[in-house]
């Protein structure tokens, strides 16, 4: 009987020495990879999955009035916008002031937004334009009448 239970012990102590010594045994050696059998993953579809900052940045004046604004026009802007687009190129230009200006950089964009209503007349009124100041209306802008007055909208 002891003899039995020696033979168990044994079969039972060999059974678990050759499954833990075993593991290493069923690993296998890969081999090296070869630079013709390796499998290149294509690009992510957008490029800009789990990017959250801008790729490129602009610079420029999205909101700009030249001297053809009654608003800026009125109050001593005499740049026209073809001075404008210069400037934003990186162009030197003469200021309303008289003096000489170039950007350090030139904008990426310039988007000129005058206003439709009135559109030139501040230059006409600077320069007393003849022809305006003969209307009624011209003449009441000579004389310093706000061009935003009801009586001066078109009727």
Known sequence: MKDDALKKSILTMAAIALTVLSGSALAQDTGTLHKDKVVEHPQPYSPY???HFPQRVL???AHHHTSLSVDSGLIGNTNSPEVSF???RGEEVISNTGQ???LVRPLDFLVVTDHAEYLGIAKLLNEADPALLATERG???EQGESLGNSRFHAE
């Open 86 to 88: 210069r400037l934003a």
């Open 139 to 141: 003449h009441e802008g």
């Open 49 to 51: 999955v789990d990017q």
């Open 59 to 61: 610079w420029g004046d």
């Open 100 to 102: 000489r200006v170039k």
